[in-house]
C-alpha cells in the first residue's frame, strides 16, 4: 500500500536550518501535486509548500524567502529545505500527495483534505 515518510526533523536553534525528507513508497508521484503541511500545538493544520509536475511551486507567505520545496522523481522523495528558522515555524510537518492532480491548484493547494495520502508527520523544534 502506498505509504509516505517524512523524516529530518528535530530540534534546531532559531536562525538553524533543516532539510526534511518524505520518501514515497508503492506510489510514483512524479505527474502529481506534493505538498508539506504543518500543525502548530493548539493550531489548525496549515499548507506550507507544493510542487506539481510542472515544477511550479507555491509557498505560504510566512515561508517564502526561507523554505524551498523540491523532489527527486528518480527517488520518489520529496524535500523542504528550511532556512532562518523561526521559534513559529515549530510543528509537526506533515507531507502530502494528489494523485488525481499534475498541478497545484493556487486555490486548493493549502487544503489538506484535497490530497489522497499523506505521512505521519516529522516533528521540528525551534528554540
Known amino acids: 500500500h502506498v505509504q509516505l515518510v517524512e523524516s529530518g526533523g528535530g530540534p534546531v536553534q532559531s536562525g538553524g536550518t533543516l532539510r526534511l525528507s518524505c520518501a514515497v513508497s508503492?506510489?510514483?508521484?512524479?505527474?502529481?501535486?506534493m505538498g508539506w503541511f504543518r500543525q502548530g500545538p493548539g493550531k489548525e493544520r496549515e499548507g506550507v509548500a507544493a510542487i506539481g509536475s510542472d515544477g511550479i511551486t507555491r509557498y505560504t507567505d510566512s515561508v517564502k524567502g526561507r523554505f524551498t520545496i523540491s523532489k527527486d522523481n528518480a527517488k520518489n522523495t520529496l524535500y523542504l529545505q528550511m532556512n532562518s528558522l523561526k521559534p513559529e515555524d515549530a510543528a509537526m510537518y506533515y507531507c502530502?500527495?494528489?494523485?488525481?492532480?499534475?498541478?497545484?491548484?493556487?486555490?486548493?493547494?493549502?487544503?489538506?483534505?484535497?490530497?489522497?495520502?499523506g505521512g505521519q508527520g516529522t516533528q521540528v523544534t525551534v528554540s
Open positions: 502530502a500527495a494528489d494523485p488525481t492532480k499534475s498541478y497545484c491548484s493556487a486555490v486548493y493547494w493549502t487544503t489538506w483534505s484535497r490530497y489522497f495520502y
Open positions: 508503492a506510489y510514483s508521484p512524479a505527474s502529481n501535486c
